[in-house]
């Protein structure tokens, strides 16, 4: 029973850091969504700063 418990934990261990490497990929693609929007606005944002 205590082996079975062991590796019952081992389990979740292993749940939990493929969490973890979920959410940094979720967040890389969210950095990397914000970056083509900027350089996509940036020439609208520069033509606009110069007429205003």
Request: overall charge negative; charged content about 35%.
């Amino acid at each position: 029973e205590t082996k079975i418990v062991e590796t019952k934990i081992v389990e979740t261990k292993i749940v939990e850091t493929k969490i973890v490497e979920t959410k940094i990929v979720e967040t890389k693609i969210v950095e990397t969504k914000i970056d083509v929007y900027l350089v996509k606005l940036g020439p609208f944002l520069h033509c606009y700063s110069e007429y205003q």
